[in-house]
């Protein structure tokens, strides 16, 4: 099935925050944000901005009704700060104008006076200071001390990764619309409708049903999305409470670069021990979380760091900590594969240092090491369906590695100004929100009188195809036709207290509670058909919209058949509920079952670097990827192109840099690089694992969004590869992204 959005995209016809037709009377909002990192303010003459023609009035935290506060998991975070900041792009006022540039003119009619204080931008700074968001954390199995003597080979070292600008194409905004008795309509472009919503309510002070918050799709969330709509969506509300005035907000790119948090960058410490067969015996890291200045989502993110530090490899002896450090920063959030890859880059790093050492492949140590049903991972839960040695040994057949290693070897033989690098990575990667409580979806369903069918669930739509899957999930079981279904907005007042669209476990949980909305009434409906056809609800079918009768056609069709169920007074609407079975974790001793299923799978990635140039292409990456039995091939392989561009993206060009006052330098397209067609692999070949799928994955289908980001990670290491080969003075470093400036450096290093 084509992706039920295709048509709208191309036309342009599809409809975000922006397309909403404003209202009459409409303001627009306007944050003013803190122009220093970490300060007292002394400060604030708002006289000329406010006298400036067309401004409705300035909003800051003494106008909030209830509590300035937003902070999701600790409250933490002011909506607008109050006499102190904390980061560049601290909003610390609403403007409200007749048109938006109005309000941006008297944005910079505002005279701040900042004492500043002291600036950290470095989390190993942080630690040091003691400024850690909340307590460490030690995911520990066996007893690595024990085993450091029984290791043939040990290495340590230090390996970190930056963090990434999300570069959603929409960027951030909400528009809130008042209604009678003090309700408020809120459109948000957001990943958590409930979140905006709760939050909302909180700072205005109003309970929960007084917001509605509806989301017709996003233009990219990635995570930025899951945690950091929710100022703007309050904002717009707090807005519209206060001026009576429907209120849009929504952020210029620049603006929403400044103000928002990014991936986090990690800076982390490894020690590694193997055993002469090339066993990974035991493993020790420690993680430094840059969680810029407030939890945001940092606590989630830093548990899955430490669920995922070994990636795909069974290790006995484990122990790794993970310190959350508080710098003055914009706070860092959700971004595809949540704290996940910046765990699993750094046992990658690991390997890699002890395969150079050791002048073997790092191929060699990965093979070794992978996981095999009955392994424990280091948080207790016991590998089944393990996929890691069956993808690993398919990418090696399907796309003969032998010959590929052999051809890169040739060509470097040949070539004195181009290397050519190869890795191959693997990735394991846990479906579930690693926060038990929030394995649970509801679906709603209503089929009309006319037979045509209408869809709500808590699930948005993001580009990642979600609600083409929730249409097949219904159409699959009622046996019609589906343009006959219909998916509705994610709106708060039809599908309540709903999860955010994140885990890449949303057609999981959503899909899994429409299905428990489906299969009822369809039972319904049978039930109506065999009383009319005289027979036993089990003889009865439908399909293609026709009923069947002990598999014989009869007259009755769809229309015809819910028509008399309507007629009889069957209820035609279900609302469904799922939550994820087996499942949990008691972190009072960090152990327990978190996730429903892993994902896994191989990538082999190819790079050539320019060496006179410090460039570099990637000729292809061959991946076997573990689907389950993919409901929707196009959505799924589109999802791992992305991520895996995305991956890249990450590791090899997207330089994210702060000054050490705290301001953000690459602050704009022409600063910040994300791939491009033409930094886009030159071939992606995706190889899809037979397994029988898994039984909590919705019709087998594995959860496919964020996994595949990981393949990335493989480009690292490829092209250190390269380095290598046309420099043998070049010493192995952990540092991505790997900028074409770093691979020069590299390339002439002595
Ligand atoms: N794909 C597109 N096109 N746009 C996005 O914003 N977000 C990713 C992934 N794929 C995203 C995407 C992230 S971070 C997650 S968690 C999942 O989609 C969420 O959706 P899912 O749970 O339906 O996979
Ligand atoms: N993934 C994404 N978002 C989340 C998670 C998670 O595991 N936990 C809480 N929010
Ligand atoms: Mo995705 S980072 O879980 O929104």
């Known amino acids: 099935m084509k992706n039920i959005d295709s048509k709208g995209h191309v036309r342009g016809e599809s409809i975000y925050l922006d397309d909403i037709p404003v209202i009459t009377g409409t303001l627009y909002g306007v944050v003013f944000?803190?122009?220093?990192?970490?300060?007292?303010?002394?400060?604030?003459?708002?006289?000329?901005?406010?006298?400036?023609?067309?401004?409705?009035?300035?909003?800051?935290?003494?106008?909030?009704?209830?509590?300035?506060?937003?902070?999701?998991?600790?409250?933490?975070?002011?909506?607008?700060?109050?006499?102190?900041?904390?980061?560049?792009?601290?909003?610390?006022?609403?403007?409200?104008?007749?048109?938006?540039?109005?309000?941006?003119?008297?944005?910079?009619?505002?005279?701040?006076?900042?004492?500043?204080?002291?600036?950290?931008?470095?989390?190993?700074?942080?630690?040091?200071?003691?400024?850690?968001?909340?307590?460490p954390r030690t995911f520990n199995l066996g007893d690595t001390s024990a085993t450091w003597n029984d290791c043939e080979y040990i290495f340590e070292g230090v390996a970190d990764s930056n963090g990434q600008e999300h570069l959603y194409i929409e960027t951030q905004g909400a528009y809130a619309v008042p209604m009678e008795n003090g309700h408020i309509r809120l459109s948000s472009s957001t990943q958590g409708p409930t979140a905006v919503q709760k939050t909302a309510a909180k700072v205005l002070g109003i309970p929960m049903h007084k917001i509605e918050v509806d989301v017709v799709r996003l233009g990219g969330g990635f995570g930025g999305k899951e945690d950091q709509a929710t100022p703007w969506g309050v904002m717009a509300a707090l807005g519209a409470q206060i001026a009576k005035n429907p209120v849009k907000v929504a952020l210029?790119?620049?603006?929403?670069?400044?103000?928002?948090?990014?991936?986090?960058?990690?800076?982390?410490?490894?020690?590694?021990?193997?055993?002469?067969?090339?066993?990974?015996?035991?493993?020790?890291?420690?993680f430094h979380q840059n969680a810029g200045a407030a939890a945001d989502l940092s606590p989630a993110i830093m548990e899955r760091t430490l669920f995922h530090a070994t990636n795909s490899y069974f290790v006995p002896n484990v122990n790794v900590t993970a310190y959350s450090c508080k710098t003055n920063l914009p706070p860092n959030t959700a971004f595809r594969g949540f704290g996940g890859p910046q765990g699993m880059y750094v046992i990658e790093a690991a390997i890699a240092h002890a395969a150079n050492e050791l002048n073997i492949s790092p191929h060699k140590i990965q093979e070794k090491n992978l996981f095999k049903n009955g392994d424990e991972f280091s948080f207790g839960q016991v590998v089944d369906q393990a996929q890691a040695e069956s993808s690993w040994s398919a990418v090696k057949d399907k796309f003969a590695l032998e010959a590929l290693e052999k051809e890169v070897k040739t060509f470097?033989?040949?070539?004195?100004?181009?290397?050519?690098?190869?890795?191959?990575?693997?990735?394991?990667?846990g479906i579930s929100f690693t926060n038990t409580p929030m394995n649970h979806a509801r679906a709603l369903v209503h089929i009309y009188q006319d037979g045509s069918v209408g869809i709500s669930t808590g699930a948005v739509e993001m580009g990642q195809?979600?609600?083409?899957?929730?249409?097949?999930?219904?159409?699959?079981?009622?046996?019609?036709?589906?343009?006959?279904?219909?998916?509705?907005?994610?709106?708060?007042?039809?599908?309540?207290?709903?999860?955010?669209?994140?885990?890449s476990a949303t057609a999981d949980l959503n899909g899994k509670a429409l299905e428990n909305d489906c299969n009822p009434l369809l039972k319904r409906l049978k039930e109506t058909a065999s009383k009319h056809l005289d027979t036993v609800t089990s003889a009865i079918n439908i399909r293609e919209g026709i009923v069947y009768d002990n598999d014989e056609k009869t007259d009755l069709n769809w229309e015809k058949l819910i028509e008399m169920a309507f007629l009889e007074r069957v209820c035609l609407t279900e609302n469904g509920h799922y939550a994820t079975p087996l499942i949990h974790f008691d972190k009072t001793i960090e152990k327990g079952h978190p996730f429903?299923?892993?994902?896994?799978?191989?990538?082999?990635?190819?790079?050539?670097?320019?060496?006179?140039?410090?460039?570099?292409?990637?000729?292809?990456?061959?991946?076997?990827?573990?689907?389950?039995?993919?409901?929707?091939?196009?959505?799924?392989?589109?999802?791992?192109e992305g991520a895996l561009v995305q991956g890249i993206g990450w590791m090899t060009m997207e330089e994210l840099l702060y000054n050490d006052d705290g301001k953000l330098l690459s602050n704009a397209l022409s600063t910040y690089k994300i791939p491009d067609i033409y930094s886009a692999p030159k071939s992606i070949e995706i190889e899809?694992?037979?397994?029988?799928?898994?039984?909590?994955?919705?019709?087998?289908?594995?959860?496919?969004?964020?996994?595949?980001?990981?393949?990335?990670?493989?480009?690292?290491?490829?092209?250190?590869?390269?380095?290598?080969?046309?420099?043998?003075?070049?010493?192995?470093?952990?540092?991505?992204?790997?900028?074409?400036?770093?691979?020069?450096?590299?390339?002439?290093?002595?």
């Not at 670069?257 to 420690?286: C, F, N, Q, W």
């Not at 470097?412 to 990667?429: A, T």
């Not at 046996?479 to 709903?498: C, Q, W, Y």
């Open 596 to 640: 429903a299923y892993h994902v896994y799978g191989t990538a082999i990635s190819i790079v050539t670097v320019d060496c006179i140039r410090g460039t570099y292409e990637f000729d292809a990456i061959k991946i076997v990827h573990d689907f389950g039995k993919s409901m929707n091939t196009a959505i799924d392989n589109g999802q791992v």
């Open 465 to 503: 195809g979600v609600n083409t899957k929730m249409v097949q999930v219904a159409a699959d079981i009622f046996k019609i036709n589906t343009d006959k279904i219909k998916l509705e907005t994610t709106n708060t007042t039809r599908v309540a207290n709903t999860s955010p669209t994140a885990a």
């Open 252 to 286: 210029h790119r620049m603006d929403d670069m400044r103000m928002t948090g990014k991936r986090h960058p990690y800076k982390s410490d490894y020690k590694i021990g193997l055993s002469k067969e090339l066993k990974i015996i035991a493993y020790e890291a420690t």
């Open 33 to 135: 944000d803190s122009p220093k990192a970490h300060g007292k303010i002394k400060n604030i003459d708002y006289s000329k901005a406010q006298n400036l023609p067309g401004v409705e009035r300035i909003i800051t935290y003494k106008d909030v009704p209830s509590e300035n506060q937003i902070g999701g998991i600790f409250p933490d975070e002011p909506l607008f700060a109050e006499d102190e900041v904390h980061f560049c792009g601290q909003p610390i006022a609403l403007i409200l104008a007749e048109s938006e540039s109005i309000a941006r003119k008297a944005r910079k009619l505002i005279e701040i006076e900042i004492e500043e204080l002291p600036v950290i931008v470095d989390p190993r700074e942080a630690r040091e200071k003691d400024q850690l968001i909340f307590p």
């Open 412 to 429: 470097n033989q040949e070539n004195k100004h181009f290397k050519k690098g190869l890795s191959l990575m693997p990735i394991c990667f």
């Open 688 to 750: 899809a694992l037979t397994t029988e799928g898994h039984e909590l994955a919705i019709k087998k289908s594995k959860a496919v969004g964020e996994p595949p980001l990981m393949y990335g990670i493989g480009a690292y290491f490829a092209i250190q590869n390269a380095v290598k080969a046309f420099n043998p003075n070049y010493k192995l470093k952990f540092d991505a992204p790997f900028t074409p400036e770093k691979v020069l450096m590299g390339l002439y290093e002595r």
